[in-house]
């Protein structure tokens, strides 16, 4: 079966940098569009980001733009959220999804498949 595994979050001071990672199984991935999105205490989710098949479009929300990037390995299915300037607004449970279906990038697309989430807090 389809699997979407994060790993990479934990705790950093505000201004530091993470790199999170999205593991996929069970499905062929270039195939997919790969998205982050996140989600903090008493919030609703929100896009942080979203990545083309072939890697050559990105989509950033504009919270994050400047800040984060996108980036993915096709050859060891895996998408990556790199973080930097960090600020506490960014704890959040972060999470990938993969949309087999849309062929333009941006926001407000249906996704197929989630992973289970990573947590990044970020300390003042």
């Known amino acids: 079966q389809v699997q979407l595994v994060e790993s990479g979050g934990g705790l950093v001071q505000a201004g530091g940098s993470l790199r999170l990672s999205c593991a996929a199984s069970?499905?062929?991935?270039?195939?997919?569009?790969l998205g982050w999105f996140r989600q903090a205490p008493g919030k609703e989710r929100e896009f942080v980001g979203v990545?083309?098949?072939?890697?050559?479009?990105?989509s950033l929300g504009e919270s994050v733009k400047g800040r984060f990037t996108i980036s993915r390995d096709n050859a060891k299915n895996t998408v990556y959220l790199q973080m930097s300037s960090l600020k506490p607004d960014d704890t959040a449970v972060y999470y990938c999804?993969?949309?087999?279906?849309?062929?333009?990038?941006?926001?407000?697309?249906?996704?197929?498949?989630w992973g289970q989430g990573t947590q990044v807090t970020v300390s003042s």
């Open positions: 990545i083309s098949r072939s890697g050559g479009g990105i």
């Open positions: 999804a993969a949309d087999g279906t849309s062929w333009t990038i941006g926001p407000g697309r249906k996704y197929d498949y």
């Open positions: 069970g499905l062929t991935f270039s195939n997919y569009q």
